[in-house]
């Protein structure tokens, strides 16, 4: 067969077999490939002349290999090496067929691809070469819940990942890598390191080439990844698409990373002792640019758009229809940082900052960054001064209640009264069972964005949190007798015994298995469930069981709250009927400083400063919502407020709930 038919063959081939990987392998996995279009934009704008050697860590089927090697030989560049890595056998052995069809064209000299996990370090260090000229990758995106199973646990990836890093690095420079490595949160999802991965393997002067969730400069735990950035690279293009986007099934948006490595003696420098950070370019590509075949035919319409979008892209000497570009800001990106990350340890280690001004005092003085999104909303030559953090300014922001199981701890209050005994309705996991409960153990918690505008105009949900901290099963009331003494030394009621039909719900919820794929593991076993537990033989505290909720603090019951997925333009509202528990749907505002009123919280967030930086900060999904967590209202600036200001906006509230027409615009000016 001819190599053109053969590739063709071989491509045509590449849809049917993904579709043809179950979906609970492809979702365990992160098996959503990346496609030639996007592949072979990403390839042209990454491809240097003189590139020798390539790989795809995660290589999947090929798309990006097949992508690169393409671009390649259009551009008559002669490559070495093409390799890839594939945690997949059956996808792996795919991938493998796919990369020997393309090397009949002789674009490239020899080509093979590892099967197993990337962070394997006996894999690692059997590849063809030790570092390479491009490393072009669509990492994984694998929630950190689902790791255990893959190959590749939470703890074998970051110590597969330490061995790489001891293996191939050595002095200062490995101790930067193993910082960042054992750095990154336990809660990351498995692109974070396989980000790391990947810029390990790129050689100084060399690219590395990514295409990613816009949510890597959104989520707290990949703030490492934005750091290595600044540190050890040189980053050129963030590239974005918009709706519908480049993967229609994604609820994120898409964003492609191109950054060129730096060397030893430049990254050793720590970034706070940098005196100027070099601008990257943000592009953002529209689907009206698209045409062709290709992501930007339509805007580039020529023989080779990809090829012309790389050029100009370099360039930017004309405005093209489709595609907007603007300069992003590194030095801003870095005090957006310091912020974040000033009392992180791994960041003052990588810093060195042992022997200096601690990076904590600096973020307290430091003004605050501007999120980018909303600084371009000003008008040239604005830039507001004296602007502090919410941290700054004394506003906490977090996350509301999390029950570890709301199928056991959330049930549904069946008639409104003031009696000492109520009835309750259980999920539809206990068959909606009613039952009879003191009303003492139950409170009001709001749990759905949909029930949010009734609660605004008055009405109390009727969804109600088991609250049995003051109650014990009647079989755990001989541990509590145990634990009299302690119970009195720390000025606590001893729990009363459950009434039986309370028992009885809580004795078949211990008996529940959540998910029907684990049998065996019943509530109390669930991760966030079974820390409620605490044992009275060391150290004389009071007892707790697995049906006791933690103590409830102020992010459970804040002053103002939003919601984290936002259909409109973030709102916040007011928690005054008396306070009520707000669920971890939301993100939820407070302030332990009495000139923080929530009235004047609720006027500072009502303002149209406020909302735009919130819109600014928050993650886009797809049908126009807005995802907004605590970390994106954390990078709200705001300006600084004496007492004084604090009074004033409380009347403003005032006056907005007055339904006064001035007082919106009167929040504003002020």
Request: charged fraction near 20%.
């Amino acid at each position: 067969m001819p190599v053109t038919d053969a590739i063709g063959a071989i491509r045509s081939s590449a849809r049917s077999f993904e579709e043809s990987l179950p979906p609970a392998q492809r979702k365990r996995l992160g098996q959503f490939f990346t496609g030639l279009p996007l592949g072979t934009l990403l390839a042209h704008i990454a491809l240097d002349p003189d590139a020798r050697d390539l790989i795809d860590p995660m290589a999947g089927h090929g798309d990006l290999l097949d992508a690169a090697a393409t671009t390649a030989q259009a551009r008559g560049i002669r490559l070495g090496r093409l390799d890839g890595m594939e945690l997949d056998p059956e996808t792996a052995a795919f991938c493998g067929r796919r990369t020997a069809a393309l090397q009949g064209n002789g674009t490239f000299t020899d080509t093979c691809i590892f099967t197993g996990s990337a962070f394997d370090p006996s894999i690692v260090a059997a590849l063809s070469a030790p570092s390479y000229d491009l490393v072009i990758t669509n990492p994984p995106y694998v929630r950190y819940q689902s790791q255990n199973g893959n190959g590749a646990g939470v703890s074998d990836v970051r110590r597969g990942l330490s061995a790489i890093v001891e293996a191939r690095m050595t002095g200062g420079e490995r101790a930067l890598w193993l910082a960042l490595v054992e750095g990154y949160s336990g809660l990351a999802d498995l692109s974070i390191p396989a980000w790391l991965l990947s810029a390990l393997l790129t050689r100084p002067g060399g690219r590395l080439a990514l295409v990613v969730p816009a949510t890597w400069r959104s989520r707290d735990y990949a703030d490492v990844v934005r750091y290595l950035l600044l540190r050890a690279f040189r980053l050129e293009f963030i590239i974005a698409d918009t709706q519908p986007g480049w993967f229609s099934d994604a609820l994120v948006r898409t964003h492609l990373v191109i950054a060129r490595r730096l060397a030893w003696d430049e990254a050793q420098v720590p970034v706070s002792r940098r005196s100027l950070l070099p601008s990257a370019n943000w592009l953002q590509i529209s689907p009206v640019a698209a045409g062709g075949g290709s992501l930007v035919g339509g805007a580039f319409p020529g023989p080779e758009p990809d090829r012309d979008f790389a050029v100009w892209a370099r360039t930017m000497n004309r405005e093209v229809h489709g595609v907007e570009s603007r300069p992003f800001a590194l030095d801003e990106e870095w005090r957006t940082l310091v912020q974040r990350l000033g009392r992180k340890t791994w960041f003052q280690k990588a810093e060195n900052r042992r022997d200096a001004l601690s990076l904590p005092s600096v973020g307290e003085t430091m003004p605050a960054a501007m999120p980018e999104g909303l600084r371009n909303m000003l008008p040239p030559g604005v830039a507001p001064a004296r602007l502090q953090t919410l941290e700054q300014a004394g506003i906490r922001v977090s996350q509301g209640l999390r029950s570890g199981c709301n199928r056991f701890f959330y049930v549904t209050l069946t008639c409104a009264g003031e009696r000492e005994t109520v009835t309750v309705e259980a999920s539809n996991s206990f068959q909606n069972m009613q039952f009879r409960v003191p009303a003492s153990a139950l409170r009001p918690v709001l749990h759905r964005q949909a029930e949010m505008q009734a609660f605004v105009n008055g009405r109390v949900p009727l969804t109600r949190a088991l609250d049995l901290s003051d109650w014990v099963l009647p079989e755990d009331q001989p541990t509590v007798n145990e634990a009299a003494e302690a119970y009195r030394k720390r000025g606590i009621s001893v729990p009363r015994v459950m009434p039986p039909e309370l028992a009885s719900f809580v004795r078949l919820a211990a008996r529940y298995a959540p998910n029907p794929k684990e049998p065996k593991r019943f509530i109390p076993d669930l991760s966030a469930v079974r820390t409620n537990v605490r044992h009275t033989a060391n150290g004389g505290d009071v007892p707790r069981f697995w049906y006791m909720l933690p103590a409830f603090t102020a992010r459970h019951v804040p002053a103002i709250f939003t919601p984290r997925i936002n259909h409109g333009t973030p709102a916040v509202a007011l928690n005054t009927h008396p306070p009520i528990l707000i669920d971890a749907n939301f993100s939820t505002l407070w302030s332990d400083e009495k000139r923080w009123t929530p009235h004047a919280l609720y006027a500072l967030f009502h303002s149209s400063w406020c909302r735009a930086a919130m819109e600014s900060a928050g993650t886009p999904l797809g049908g126009g919502a807005l995802k907004l967590e605590a970390t994106h209202i954390r990078q709200v600036p705001i300006p600084l407020f004496s007492d004084r200001g604090c009074v004033r906006l409380t009347t403003l509230r005032q006056q907005l709930a007055a339904a006064m027409p001035s007082a919106r615009d009167q929040i504003d000016a002020f």
